[in-house]
């Protein structure tokens, strides 16, 4: 059974720094992209960033390019998302999804961590 | 970036009925167009992928059609466990985007 779960979460203060967790388990982790999805409260989907099955390549939207970086360790079947110079805007439930390839479906989800951006 | 307009952006519906969501494309994405369900505190899920490739698991009666820019997902004998938010998602260019959703409410 294919398994995400992320940790991480939590209230930081705007300019600040948090780096969030997702562990994977029930399928081979090197073998598959790897995306971050949010929500914010009440609002719908956006798409956030995603890794390339080695870790070489990643794509990200204008929204947090040069703020987020998300990165892998496929030894240890984690994914990251570091997430500098938080904005209230931020302020989101954060998804790790599978994504089987560029262009692929999100195919599988994580419970999400919720993100609070706020003095 | 590619816009994604979802209509209605609510529909009231009566169990057992057809009904027919509409996700449309502000330029082509070919047929890299995926649904996914998502019901009131919990993850979404992948219904639809490609606009009409069926998902193990997902019952028959939810299915796609489309391409282009003009794509559809349709339930055929609604449930009350379909009472859910429906989002398309295009992945054939980036940004990947979603739409805004079509909710799907109790008449």
């Known amino acids: 059974e294919v398994q995400l779960v992320e940790s991480g979460g939590g209230l930081v203060q705007p300019g600040r720094s948090l780096k969030l967790s997702c562990a994977a388990s029930?399928?081979?982790?090197?073998?598959?992209?790897m995306a971050w999805v949010r929500q914010a409260p009440k609002k719908g989907l956006e798409w956030v960033a995603t890794?390339?099955?080695?870790?070489?390549?990643?794509y990200y939207p204008d929204s947090v390019k040069g703020r987020f970086t998300i990165s892998r360790d496929n030894a240890k079947s984690s994914l990251y998302l570091q997430m500098n110079s938080l904005k209230s805007e931020d302020t989101a439930t954060y998804y790790c999804?599978?994504?089987?390839?560029?262009?692929?479906?999100?195919?599988?989800w994580g419970q999400g961590v919720m993100v609070t951006v706020s003095s | 970036d590619v816009v994604l307009t979802q209509s209605p952006a609510t529909l009231s519906v009566t169990p057992g009925e057809r009904i027919s969501l509409s996700c449309r494309a502000s330029?082509?994405?070919?047929?890299?167009l995926h649904w996914y369900q998502q019901k009131p505190n919990e993850s979404p899920r992948l219904l639809i992928k490609?606009?009409?490739q069926s998902i193990s698991g997902i019952p028959s009666r939810f299915s796609g059609s489309g391409s282009g820019t003009d794509f559809t997902l349709s339930i055929n004998g609604v449930e009350l466990e379909d009472l859910s938010i429906y989002y398309c998602?295009?992945?054939?260019?980036?940004?990947?985007?979603f739409g805004a959703g079509t909710k799907l409410e109790l008449k």
């Open positions: 330029e082509s994405v070919d047929t890299y």
């Open positions: 998602q295009q992945g054939n260019s980036l940004p990947y985007t």
């Open positions: 490609y606009a009409s």
């Open positions: 999804a599978r994504q089987g390839y560029y262009g692929c479906p999100f195919d599988y």
């Open positions: 890794i390339s099955t080695s870790g070489s390549r990643t």
């Open positions: 029930g399928f081979t982790f090197s073998n598959y992209y």
